[in-house]
Each structure stands twice: as C-alpha cells, then as structure tokens.
C-alpha cells in the first residue's frame, strides 16, 4: 500500500528556516518524479516545487530562491528546505508525484503544518 508521510513543520517567525521531510513507501521511490504541494486557508492545493527521478527541479515563482526541493533515493526520502519564510508561505505542505508526469497522483498523506508568524 502506498504511503506518504510528511514531517518537519512547525512555527517560525518571518525569516525563518524549517525543513521537511516527505518518506514514501508502497511504490520504487527512484522511478517518479516528485514535488511539494501546499494547501493555505480557503485557497486550492498548488505545487510549489518538484524534482525528477534524476534530481533537477522546477519551482513556483513566489518560492524560487527561496526553497530547495531535494531527494535521496536510496532512503525514500525527499525533502523541501524552506529559507526567508514569509507569512504567505502559512500552510499545510503535502508530497506526493509530480502532478504534471502522470495521470493521477497518489493518495494524500496528512501533510505538515508551516505557520510563518511574528
């Protein structure tokens, strides 16, 4: 059974760092690509970064220079290293496939609370 599980959140205050950490397991981690997701209050799920099974990576605009999403393959592992945090970037992070490489995504772990607050 696949599972995702999102971990590293926290509060912080503007300027602030945290990292995340996304564990997969269920599917040969190696093979997909992946990205980060954040869902804010009352606003869509979007993706925000993403990596391919090879290591480049893509991001969103309002988070360039900013994040850096990373993978370690042989532990299943991907993470989103979150510099100069804004209060904007107040959501819950989710990992999960890359939503533009494949036809569906995977279920949706709990994902991680990031607040970003004086």
């Known amino acids: 059974q696949v599972q995702l599980v999102e971990s590293g959140g926290g509060l912080v205050q503007p300027g602030g760092s945290l990292r995340l950490s996304c564990v997969a397991s269920?599917?040969?981690?190696?093979?997909?690509?992946m990205g980060w997701y954040r869902q804010a209050p009352g606003k869509q799920r979007e993706l925000v970064a993403t990596?391919?099974?090879?290591?480049?990576?893509n991001y969103t605009g309002s988070v360039k220079g900013r994040f850096t999403i990373s993978r370690d393959n042989a532990k299943n592992t991907m993470y989103l290293q979150m510099n100069n945090l804004k209060p904007e970037d107040t959501a819950i992070y989710y990992c999960n496939i890359d939503q533009s490489a494949y036809r569906s995504v995977l279920s949706w772990g709990q994902g991680t609370q990031v607040t970003v607050s004086s």
């Open positions: 990596i391919i099974s090879g290591g480049s990576t």
């Open positions: 269920g599917i040969v981690f190696r093979l997909y690509n």
